[in-house]
């Protein structure tokens, strides 16, 4: 399998969850000190060796472009596909099928993190999986009483405010071309919807463990937070 150049950023959302700042400005260029999301992305992808984009747009997808143009300015190609009406996470892929690798990168475009794209290529083009995606372990914090009880409603067991762990997605994802098949044609289609078909097919899925940094910039927390990392010392981590 070709290593992978391309990749497809989606940057269509509404951004309802970060109103009203995203009321006049599409989520993905919220900035982070003097630099908007999704010009970290971009430089991120290029210094990984992906020099050809994909960008999903809907909502004010015109200051998108005016912004990034044909990305010369950022070191790589920047091709648009335009959704008219919200198509999900996974449906914008079948409007751009034809411009599409063999292989390919995919995420959203209200992300920060460390992980290192190369890798992730690596791990994916030598995994012989349809999919992979990327997983971050987080930790859920109850704030009840968790009560264990058998068939006959009995307790067995009372737990104060138990944590537990789950590997959630991060929005990042290694995609072969032959899923698009998979995805119905002018419908919303999410990629949960997605990733349970091709498990259908049989056919495999991976996820990539990431230790490192992430955050989910589509949220108040999360956006502080990546605000505050991304001016520190740590900036250089998250572009290259």
């Avoid at 430089?43 to 200051?63: E, F, M, P, Q, S």
């Avoid at 992980?115 to 290529?121: A, C, E, M, S």
């Avoid at 999986?129 to 058998?150: H, I, M, N, R, Y």
């Amino acid at each position: 399998m070709n290593m992978i150049t391309q990749a497809v950023i989606l940057a269509g959302g509404k951004g309802t969850r970060l109103r009203p700042y995203t009321t006049i400005l599409p989520k993905p260029l919220m900035p982070l000190g003097d630099m908007p999301i999704l010009e970290i992305l971009l430089t991120k992808l290029r210094n990984a060796g992906i020099n050809r984009v994909i960008i999903a747009t809907g909502y004010l997808d015109h200051i998108i472009r005016a912004y990034f143009g044909d990305g010369s300015n950022f070191g790589v190609q920047i091709t648009y596909s335009h959704e008219n009406e919200p198509m999900g996470t996974a449906g914008p892929l079948r409007l751009m099928e034809d411009l599409l690798d063999s292989s390919f990168l995919m995420m959203n475009g209200d992300l920060l993190t460390d992980l290192q794209f190369k890798n992730l290529i690596k791990f994916h083009t030598s995994s012989n999986s349809e999919g992979t995606v990327c997983a971050f372990k987080t930790e859920v914090q109850l704030s009840l009483g968790v009560l264990v009880t058998d068939e006959n409603d009995q307790i067995i067991n009372y737990i104060e405010k138990p944590k537990y762990e789950f590997d959630v997605s991060m929005g990042i994802y290694a995609m072969n071309k032959s899923i698009i098949s998979l995805i119905p044609e002018n419908t919303f289609f999410d990629l949960p919807d997605l990733i349970m078909k091709i498990k259908e097919t049989k056919k495999i899925m991976k996820i990539y463990k990431h230790r490192g940094q992430w955050l989910d910039v589509g949220r108040h927390d999360d956006y502080s937070k990546a605000i505050e990392l991304f001016e520190t010392e740590k900036r250089n981590e998250f572009l290259r």
